[in-house]
């Protein structure tokens, strides 16, 4: 089965620290796509970096990078010198491309990140 | 670049009434996908589209929800015989390819009284 788990609710931190962000997935897929998205208070949803499968480097894009576990089917975000404005919401996605070759995103609860200043 | 566009922005119908819910994907953009975001589900997928054509439509409620992407700048969704339980906010994306990321829209906030 599919699925998706962010198990940290709501993360705090001070500002221009550093935080990570848990998500496990399942899939029974070989190859599958990772993303991240955040929502802002305004309720945009902004894609923020994704990893796939077959990469063993972990991505990297701005201050966002990935921490993937290929065997323990995880993949964290982190932030690093965090600033206000990433205050937001964070989900976690995974789209497969054998079984669930349909391009759909199966998302996590999300996880929401406030900053402090 | 103009990025998804999706109106109304909100909407709000009587129980029993139709609603229609449009979407402009990223120009260029072959792939568009339709999500609901409730509190309680989270983001679900309800259907997607390639290249106009209907590809997977397993999240959509069969029996009063229907979408449609009549050509490449436009899909719609639209819910007939609205239940309380179908408010919402509908979210639609785009992407250049199936295994490329998705780029969505603000959304448009669906209220059923």
């Known amino acids: 089965a599919q699925k998706v788990t962010q198990t940290q609710t709501s993360i705090s931190v001070m500002e221009k620290t550093t935080v990570t962000m848990d998500c496990v997935y399942e899939?029974?897929?070989?190859?599958?796509?990772l993303f991240w998205y955040k929502q802002t208070a305004s309720g945009e949803i902004v894609f923020l970096i994704r990893?796939?499968?077959?990469?063993?480097e972990n991505a990297t894009v701005g201050h966002y990078s990935l921490n993937f576990q290929k065997p323990k089917s995880s993949i964290g975000l982190i932030i690093t010198a965090t600033q206000i404005e990433d205050s937001a919401v964070y989900f976690c996605?995974?789209?497969?491309?054998?079984?669930?070759?349909?391009?759909?995103?199966?998302f996590g609860l999300g996880t929401t990140l406030q900053v402090q200043p | 670049n103009a990025g998804v566009i999706q109106t109304p922005r909100h909407k709000v119908t009587g129980k029993g009434q139709e609603a229609t819910l449009w979407c402009e994907p990223i120009?260029?953009?072959?792939?568009v996908f339709w999500y609901r975001q409730t509190i309680v589900q989270g983001l679900e997928f309800l259907t997607y589209?390639?290249?106009?054509?209907?590809?997977?439509d397993s999240g959509m409620p069969k029996e009063r929800f229907s979408a449609q992407m009549p050509n490449q700048s436009h899909s719609t969704l639209k819910i007939q015989s609205t239940q309380p339980q179908d408010s919402a906010v509908y979210l639609c994306?785009?992407?250049?390819?199936?295994?490329?990321?998705?780029?969505f829209g603000p959304g448009t906030r669906l209220t059923v009284l």
């Open positions: 994306a785009s992407s250049s390819g199936t295994y490329y990321e998705q780029y």
């Open positions: 589209f390639r290249n106009q054509a209907p590809i997977d």
């Open positions: 899939t029974q897929d070989s190859s599958y796509f």
């Open positions: 120009s260029g953009h072959s792939a």
């Open positions: 996605a995974m789209r497969e491309v054998i079984t669930g070759n349909t391009g759909k995103l199966i």
């Open positions: 990893q796939d499968s077959y990469k063993k």
